[in-house]
T-cell receptor, first 109, second 113 residues
Framework: DAKTTQPTSMDCAEGRAANLPCNHSTISGNEYVYWYRQIHSQGPQYIIHGLKNNETNEMASLIITEDRKSSTLILPHATLRDTAVYYCIVRVAIDDMRFGAGTRLTVKP | NAGVTQTPKFRILKIGQSMTLQCAQDMNHNYMYWYRQDPGMGLKLIYYSVGAGITDKGEVPNGYNVSRSTTEDFPLRLELAAPSQTSVYFC????????????FGSGTRLTVV
């Protein structure tokens, strides 16, 4: 019972914004949306998280729709080093940080 | 600041052998986790701990054991290795229950032959 749906893969041109979508239509009111990425075979790296307001940090922006059924992770100026698998996770409990297959983002020169 | 350190980085085991995957963190994090990642798949939670002396099962605990005698260390034990345990194992830690993200180690690549 996957809580999130993401495209399998996406491409983005270097220097352009990368917009990664995530559907979480069954999200509950107290569940947060988290984004991580995994570069090659390294351990996943935390990017950002949010509940219902849009969030921004030095890495990315997170836009959550008003009904909270979907979100978009935005990398404003993608570089080749942003090529990775990006995971969208809906979480409420400590044992509920479940990493699905994610979206494989390829940034092309 | 080393973060989360996992050893060894690579290991080949024969069926039926045992081993311990080591994980240590120097950030004084209370929460620690073990995940496994099969080729081309996402990560699955094996065990987690909310503090020294407290551990609990995750999604795929069978064939594994853990202990948490100190805040810093969270070893994962494989008692009777099976080919199905061939995977990459990641340890992670967090200050709280992950509210501000997990810090992951670089992983241990285990092959059981």
């Amino acid at each position: 019972d996957a809580k999130t749906t993401q495209p399998t893969s996406m491409d983005c041109a270097e220097g352009r914004a990368a917009n990664l979508p995530c559907n979480h239509s069954t999200i509950s009111g107290n569940e947060y949306v988290y984004w991580y990425r995994q570069i090659h075979s390294q351990g996943p790296q935390y990017i950002i998280h949010g509940l219902k307001n849009n969030e921004t940090n030095e890495m990315a922006s997170l836009i959550i729709t008003e009904d909270r059924k979907s979100s978009t992770l935005i990398l404003p100026h993608a570089t080749l080093r942003d090529t990775a698998v990006y995971y969208c996770i809906v979480r409420v409990a400590i044992d509920d940080m479940r990493f699905g297959a994610g979206t494989r983002l390829t940034v092309k020169p | 600041n080393a973060g989360v350190t996992q050893t060894p980085k690579f290991r080949i085991l024969k069926i039926g052998q045992s081993m311990t995957l080591q994980c240590a963190q120097d950030m004084n994090h209370n929460y620690m986790y073990w995940y496994r990642q099969d080729p081309g798949m996402g990560l699955k939670l094996i065990y987690y701990s909310v503090g020294a002396g407290i551990t609990d099962k995750g999604e795929v605990p069978n064939g594994y054991n853990v202990s948490r005698s100190t805040t810093e260390d969270f070893p994962l034990r494989l008692e009777l290795a099976a080919p199905s345990q061939t995977s990459v194992y990641f340890c992670a830690s967090s200050l709280t229950g992950g509210d501000y993200g997990y810090t992951f180690g670089s992983g241990t690549r285990l092959t059981v032959v």
